[in-house]
């Protein structure tokens, strides 16, 4: 049965996942505060800007209006990226239907509240329903219709089984999880961490090196996330290791693409203003050290990024100082 859904957000992830659910047979509609973004969509069905190439269907529906995104829904995706998640999700108060699910698809923590995008949600719209969808996904390969896997998070499974029947296609694979605060925590922390392997490219570093960060990044988001109450399984699964190995190695990823700059010679806003993109990992960084210092946990490789990140310090110095740590055993 075709549900009535909104999208808040027309980047590259919202105008991906908005075409995946008209094709899906659901009757859509996406909202952008950019006059001109929508403008855009409205005469072209494309966002040349971010998603070149994906032509979206003529009976999609495109509005400035967030009461008109929201109204009425079934279901509201909300994909503006994450240091515009609380502002967003304050426009959407009293617009979303008691039952409506809202979807949130942006990864990060938030600075300063150190809270996830759910935790945001919650709190700003108080909305019933909430559920987490991450996993290995680059916008420009869902847009083409590239075999993809996924995973809808809710404590109530009931929710995040309605998302996966509504999301789920021939080539977008759908799973479900009851850890949402697992999952969301490994999708902030991968993009700290992919900004390092990124660093490592920069300043011309291989294969060996990127395996390492990549293998010793999941155990540093796995033991955090542990210690924060996620399940060990989750950072095992598709949005651990699974959105961290793509984040890495992929120049879709705009991470990766950051941190290469910033191995070059860049300053972090110098290195965002390149991509063009917002760059999830840095606003995730201070939230990241945050938690592992309030949990005693130690997280070398996000610690190094965030020396680099705020505090000037030289990349080769960084990655110098990993290798130069104290000797110990792999598994403790």
Known sequence: MSKNIGVIGAGSWGTALAKLLSVNEHNVTVYSAIS?????????????EKLPGVILPDDMV??????????DKDVIVLAVPSPFTRSTARLMKGHIP???????????????????????????????????????????EVG??????????????????????????????VYTSDDPYGMELGGALKNVIALAAGIGDGLGYGDNTKAALITRG?????????????????????????????TCASMHSRNRRAGILIGK??????????VKQVVEGVYSAKAAMHLAKKHGVSMPIIEQVNLVLFDGKDPAEAMYDLMRRDKKAEVI
Do not use: W, Y
């Open 218 to 246: 999941i155990h540093e988001i796995a033991r955090l996330g542990v210690t924060c109450g996620g399940k060990k399984e989750t950072f095992e699964g598709l949005t651990g290791i699974g959105d961290l190995i793509v």
């Open 144 to 173: 083409t219709g590239m075999p993809t896997a996924i995973v809808a998070g809710s404590k109530d499974i009931k929710d995040a089984e309605l998302v996966q029947d509504i999301f789920m296609n021939d080539s977008f694979r």
């Open 265 to 274: 010679g860049m300053s972090a806003d110098e290195a965002m203003a390149e």
């Open 62 to 71: 495109f509005t400035t209006d967030i009461a008109e995104a929201c109204e």
């Open 36 to 48: 001109q973004e929508i403008d855009m969509l409205k005469e072209f069905h494309e966002q040349k």
């Open 98 to 140: 008691d039952e409506s699910i809202v979807v949130s698809v942006a990864k990060g923590l938030e600075d300063g509240s150190f809270s996830t995008l759910s935790e945001i949600i919650k709190e700003e719209t108080e909305a019933r329903h909430i559920v987490v969808l991450c996993g290995p996904t680059h916008a420009e």
